[in-house]
């Protein structure tokens, strides 16, 4: 099927994930970076790392972007927890869209398919909103999982604040899949202020479809971040 973009990745293209982990760890309140903190008794970064390992998603390459001066430490980590899961560690840059911009530097060398950007503190995607989200890129070449927000949400204006319909809204979260040609391209633009996720980088260049994410794919932001996690683990595990 052709497109603006190219033509696009077929559903058996070769698949990648570019894994983003640049906090510090501040608003966690946190004597390390947020990636770091342990989650069930396990580095956030590992659970999310295992989750683009799964062999069911035949990921063949795992970018993960952290701080220059956070390599040693994920080292240590490696040895400590005895990770072993293929990866590819390079450094980030002074902002999410630069850092991902080195993320897909690393994977110059393969020429097509679908890569995923996800970020490092979103342990608890299940695999099979990553897979739904591959293989939506790989039909129509960008795709980003997403849920509608629960609560009512308002705009804000010089007047007050005003309805809106949430029926309409979306609340992003990742992974963001895309034809990788397709990403490459959107990133050899220059930064704007008004990227804030892949999804912003790409959509002037081509329409961004909608997968079905999952209420369970939380952020770790704050503590109150990390206990709910702690729980959806455990009750993750128990089934």
């Known amino acids: 099927m052709a497109s603006s973009s190219g033509t696009l990745a077929s559903a058996s ?112 995607t299940p695999v099979t909103v990553i897979e739904n989200t591959y293989a939506a890129a790989a039909t129509h070449g960008a795709a980003i999982a997403a849920v509608p927000p629960k609560d009512s949400v308002r705009g804000l204006s010089q007047q007050g604040s005003y309805a809106l319909d949430r029926s309409r809204l979306r609340l992003v979260q990742t992974p963001q899949c895309f034809e990788i040609n397709l990403l490459r391209r959107a990133y050899q633009l220059p930064e704007l202020a008004t990227f804030t996720d892949d999804a912003s980088v790409v959509e002037d260049m081509h329409p961004i479809h909608l997968v079905a994410g999952d209420y369970c794919n939380l952020k770790i932001t704050t503590p109150d971040d990390l206990l709910l996690a702690e729980a959806l683990l455990r009750q993750q595990s128990a089934l």
Request: some cysteine; hydrophobic content about 45%.
């Open 13 to 124: 293209s070769n698949r990648y994930a570019i894994i983003v982990a640049g906090g510090s760890g501040t608003r966690m309140g946190a004597d390390r970076p947020k990636q770091f903190l342990e989650l069930a008794g396990e580095p956030v970064l590992l659970h999310t790392l295992r989750r683009f390992a799964d062999p069911v998603l035949s990921v063949v390459a795992i970018v993960l972007v952290l701080p220059a001066d956070q390599f040693e430490t994920w080292a240590q980590l490696c040895a400590t927890y005895h990770i072993q899961l293929p990866h590819t560690v390079v450094a980030g840059g002074a902002s999410r869209w630069a850092s991902v911009r080195n993320g897909l530097a690393e994977l110059a060398s393969y020429p097509t398919g679908v890569v995923a950007v996800h970020d490092g503190v979103r342990p608890l």
